[in-house]
């Protein structure tokens, strides 16, 4: 497995900090490789610390749980995602920009994240643990960006249901666009070989993803009006 190459944005942070990213990186990869290889529970945090040479007292500094490691991926994009929406001037439809915030998020994640990803979704597609535990993150996910919204808008999410509903239909549009983009539903650029969990960057890699959530936003308006004839 290959190792994670750190983003511009993270070169140009201070050497303490670039430091601890590089251990918590240094984790990631390895739980990732060994958890793969091996299997979730099958690997010890014990085993995870010595292939890094680092104490539990540093992995509980880094991660929350076992569990959180080896989805590192996928908490990377929901952090992103939320500092995006945290980060930006909101002006417009909110749906356009809980999607422009969504593709920035993606794109500044580094050349490798969707090999990391999608690594990380196969193991979690196998490991009962690890589905739940997605799941709970997901929804944790929802309220942190409806709080944002509310801060930004001024308005209170538990007398304007919209607010949470733009939350809920903002996870949705990326959970179609990510199997999408998996499955390679759509995808009609050039096929490689299919690498095993852990090199493989999916169909298109990033790019094809980006593309995948542009048009399930897009895609939102006509489901709302679609009717049966």
């Not at 610390?49 to 540093?58: F, L, N, P």
């Not at 909110?94 to 994240?113: K, M, N, Q, S, Y």
């Not at 196969?122 to 643990?129: D, E, F, K, Q, V």
Request: glycine share 6%; charged share 30%.
């Amino acid at each position: 497995m290959t190792t994670s190459t750190p983003t511009p944005a993270e070169r140009a942070l201070p050497l303490r900090e670039r430091k601890k990213l590089r251990t918590r990186r240094a984790l990631a990869d390895a739980a990732l490789r060994l958890f793969l290889e091996r299997g979730f529970q099958e690997t010890t945090l014990d085993e995870l610390v010595d292939a890094v040479e680092v104490s539990k007292r540093t992995f509980f500094r880094m991660y929350e749980s076992k569990e959180d490691v080896a989805m590192a991926a996928e908490l990377e994009l929901w952090d992103a995602y939320v500092a995006e929406v945290a980060g930006c001037e909101l002006h417009g439809p909110v749906l356009d920009f809980l999607r422009e915030t969504l593709v920035a998020a993606i794109t500044g994640l580094g050349d490798d994240w969707d090999r990391r990803f999608l690594a990380t979704r196969g193991l979690i597609a196998r490991t009962p643990a690890l589905w739940d535990r997605s799941l709970l993150r997901s929804i944790t996910v929802q309220s942190r960006l409806v709080n944002e919204l509310e801060t930004k808008l001024g308005i209170d999410s538990r007398d304007d249901v919209r607010l949470r509903l733009l939350g809920e239909v903002s996870l949705a549009a990326w959970r179609c666009a990510a199997k999408n983009w998996i499955s390679g539903r759509g995808y009609d650029g050039p096929h490689g070989p299919r690498e095993k969990l852990g090199r493989w960057k999916g169909p298109g890699g990033s790019t094809e993803l980006i593309h995948r959530v542009e048009e399930a936003f897009h895609a939102i308006p006509d489901s709302l009006t679609l009717t049966a004839t």
